[in-house]
């Protein structure tokens, strides 16, 4: 419980700039947390996407690095083998995972690249304004879907999950939730795997977080959180899709 609660040395000790109740700072907080327990804050690079994930650079002490958007899976590919012993990871969200970044994605993933992908899935486009995400799910309204998402203008949302282990290369797959206690336990346990898997060398590793988006779903945080439960989890089941 302590490793959940208390500050990760590698989180600076400020207030973060993520709207009220985002789950981005449980996500955030979470991989610092085991980081420090395995002592490589010393030894990683994260990668941030473009968007909420980028503000990670003003609130985390470790070694970071920018990319265009959509393109961490193909820096952290570079950096990984270019300094095999840095432990590399990503922080992305789903647009930048898995839209304008999809094909970056799944060639880091088919090549077995041996980085950690952390996937903040909160069904929109959280900074530039609640655009449509390829998780969007269905009769969803977002900036660019006032009258919802339907399948035959939009197509359907995209499950990143299940396509990834449709590969043969990556060696973890797991999709969380931060929205309780419970949860957020088992979400440090799946994102603990995600990076013991690139220590041990076994290759591509992905944990998907299952989040919210408040302010752009325009609705309080308690009800996000009820939103996720109700609406997001029947849509993106939690759980381990591989671990080889």
Same mark, same amino acid.
């Given at each position: 419980?302590?490793?959940?609660?208390?500050?990760?040395?590698?989180?600076?000790?400020?207030?973060?700039?993520?709207?009220?109740?985002?789950?981005?700072?449980?996500?955030?907080?979470?991989?610092?947390?085991?980081?420090?327990?395995?002592?490589?804050?010393?030894?990683?690079?994260?990668?941030?996407?473009?968007?909420?994930?980028a503000s990670n650079h003003s609130y985390i002490d470790i070694d970071a690095c920018g990319s265009p958007h959509g393109r961490p899976g193909a820096v952290a590919s570079?950096?990984?083998?270019?300094?095999?012993?840095?432990?590399?990871?990503?922080? +992305?969200? $789903? =647009?930048?995972?898995? %839209?304008?970044?999809?094909?970056?994605?799944?060639?880091?993933? /088919?090549? @077995?690249?041996?980085?950690?992908?952390?996937?903040?899935?909160?069904?929109?486009?959280?900074?530039?304004?609640?655009?449509?995400?390829?998780?969007?799910?269905?009769?969803?309204?977002?900036?660019?879907?006032?009258?919802?998402?339907?399948?035959?203008?939009?197509?359907y949302p995209m499950h990143m999950c299940e396509v990834l282990n449709t590969l043969t290369a990556p060696s973890y797959i797991a999709r969380v939730t931060c929205i309780?206690?419970?949860?957020?336990?088992?979400?440090?346990?799946?994102?603990?795997?995600?990076?013991?898997? +690139?220590? $041990? =060398?076994?290759?591509? %590793?992905?944990?998907?977080?299952?989040?919210?988006?408040?302010? /752009?779903? @325009?609705?309080?945080?308690?009800?996000?959180?009820?939103?996720?439960?109700?609406?997001?989890?029947?849509?993106?089941?939690?759980?381990?899709?591989?671990?080889?």
């Amino acid at each position: 419980m302590e490793k959940i609660y208390s500050r990760p040395a590698g989180l600076k000790k400020m207030i973060n700039g993520y709207c009220p109740g985002c789950l981005h700072s449980a996500a955030g907080k979470l991989i610092m947390s085991v980081l420090e327990e395995l002592d490589l804050l010393e030894k990683t690079v994260m990668v941030d996407g473009v968007g909420c994930c980028a503000s990670n650079h003003s609130y985390i002490d470790i070694d970071a690095c920018g990319s265009p958007h959509g393109r961490p899976g193909a820096v952290a590919s570079a950096i990984k083998r270019c300094s095999p012993e840095t432990i590399v990871v990503t922080y +992305q969200g $789903d =647009g930048d995972l898995a %839209s304008i970044g999809l094909a970056e994605t799944m060639m880091a993933a /088919n090549r @077995g690249d041996n980085i950690s992908v952390f996937f903040i899935n909160n069904a929109n486009y959280g900074m530039t304004g609640g655009q449509m995400a390829p998780t969007t799910l269905m009769d969803m309204k977002t900036s660019t879907t006032p009258y919802g998402r339907h399948a035959d203008e939009h197509g359907y949302p995209m499950h990143m999950c299940e396509v990834l282990n449709t590969l043969t290369a990556p060696s973890y797959i797991a999709r969380v939730t931060c929205i309780d206690a419970p949860n957020m336990r088992k979400a440090r346990a799946a994102v603990k795997q995600a990076i013991q898997h +690139q220590l $041990d =060398g076994k290759g591509f %590793s992905m944990v998907e977080f299952v989040s919210n988006c408040p302010t /752009n779903w @325009g609705v309080s945080p308690l009800e996000s959180l009820k939103f996720i439960k109700e609406k997001m989890l029947p849509e993106f089941p939690l759980g381990e899709f591989r671990n080889r």
